[in-house]
Nanobody, 121 residues
Framework: QVQLVESGGGLTQAGGSLRLSCAAS????????MAWFRQALGKEREFVAA????????PYADSVKGRFTISRDNAKNTVYLQMNSLKPEDTARYYC??????????????WGQGTQVTVSS
């Protein structure tokens, strides 16, 4: 059974940092792109960042560029999202996603259950 399990969410103040992790199990994901999405209350799910299978291509949403960093450890089947300089508008549930190929596309094959990030002002 394929599972993506997020962790690392929580409550922090504006300007703070959090590091999200996504542990994959059930199959290897070292040959597919991984991504993070988020969904704020009452809003649609939106793309945050993605990383290619080798880690050398990392697109970001403009709203997080320069503050968030996505990375992966294929040996651990784990993807990370380092979030710095957090703002109240970053408050959302963050979801890990696995794509269908080595580079990011809108074809998402697996989703995690999400982890809540709350940033207070």
């Amino acid at each position: 059974q394929v599972q993506l399990v997020e962790s690392g969410g929580g409550l922090t103040q504006a300007g703070g940092s959090l590091r999200l992790s996504c542990a994959a199990s059930g199959r290897t994901f070292s040959n597919v792109a991984m991504a993070w999405f988020r969904q704020a209350l009452g809003k649609e799910r939106e793309f945050v960042a993605a990383i290619s299978w080798s880690g050398n291509i990392t697109p970001y949403a403009d709203s997080v560029k320069g503050r968030f960093t996505i990375s992966r450890d294929n040996a651990k089947n784990t993807v990370y999202l380092q979030m710095n300089s957090l703002k109240p508008e970053d408050t959302a549930r963050y979801y890990c996603a696995a794509g269908s190929g080595p580079y990011y596309s809108q074809d998402i094959r697996y989703w995690g259950q999400g982890t809540q990030v709350t940033v207070s002002s």
